[in-house]
């Protein structure tokens, strides 16, 4: 079924039949390999006799022989069969473990309403934690829509918080690298670098609120950055005149956009309550503009908690502010893991662990 490493024209297109395509994900893109890449990982560009193509992201144990592989969001479902998904996944394992690899994962991006996970579980492949920090998401189908029947679908309330946003002289700072015409929103003084640099700082404040944490400064803003310069990603501030409000992040992908990060600043929020408003309207009108099928609102969901939060829970707030747009619940199958080799994969981890441990030890 694989052919074998992708090269030439292939790797030249790969973007194309990776990302682009419907289903497409950035986590399969040339940009994500060569990040990985940057943090000691091997990208395996994977090919298959019918032209589909696999990233795979492979990493050796520390001391110790043999490796771990991420397939990243892949393999992209571009069917609509899952079981030709849970199939080619099979195959990029059976392929990798002739070259002595002890554990593959993945996280495709397959509806669990599919019958997904009992269909890789059949090729010996184990439901296991999440790789990335939601397991399902919240969707906002938009095929066939226009801004007038989207808007209608949005809550009342959240309709008069955008409208009074825009009346209060917020506006919304497009960095884009594509050139899709969207009414309202600004063009920037500024370079990415300098406004992702500073939503950071903001994501931080954010994530201390909602009980999240983010990696180091310098890998956030290297693969984003990477990620804007190969059309990628969006970033859209709320500003009033020099003063910045909030943010968010998207991902253009396949058929649709995807919500990465969202902040906004406390203390703002009650001279100008309408900002998530304001660019969560923003990013549902840039995907109508690109017509795109789907505006993916993200998850909600966290660690011990893969359900809709209830009241009371820290993300329950935002959980009302996608509904409140029109978006569904999406049940999503989750992380797979075959283990190749149990014996090398125990040591592995048991190494990888150490080096953790003994790194640890000297900050």
Known sequence: MIVGEASGEVLARW???TVERPGGHVYQSRAWAAYCAGLGWRPRFLR????FCVLAIQRPWPIVPGSSVYVSRGPIPVTGDPAQTAARLAAVADRLADDGVDVVASDAEVEAAGGYPALVAAHGFRPIAEIQPSRHRLSLPLAGAD????LAGVAKATRQRIRGAERSGVVVVRHDRATSVVERCVVPTETVETALDRFYDLLLATGERRGFTFGPRDEFLDWRTAAFRDGHLILLEARVADEVLGGLVLYRHG???STVHSADRADTRHAHPGVPHLLRWRAIQLALAESRAEMDLGGVDVAGARRPPVA?????GLYQHKLSFGARWLEMSGAQERVVDPVGY???RTAAAVRRFVRRGRR
């Open 15 to 17: 973007d194309e039949m």
């Open 48 to 51: 298959f006799d019918d032209g």
């Open 147 to 150: 801004e007038a029947s989207v």
């Open 255 to 257: 058929e649709r956009l």
């Open 312 to 316: 009371g829970e820290p993300m329950y």
């Open 346 to 348: 125990r040591i592995g």
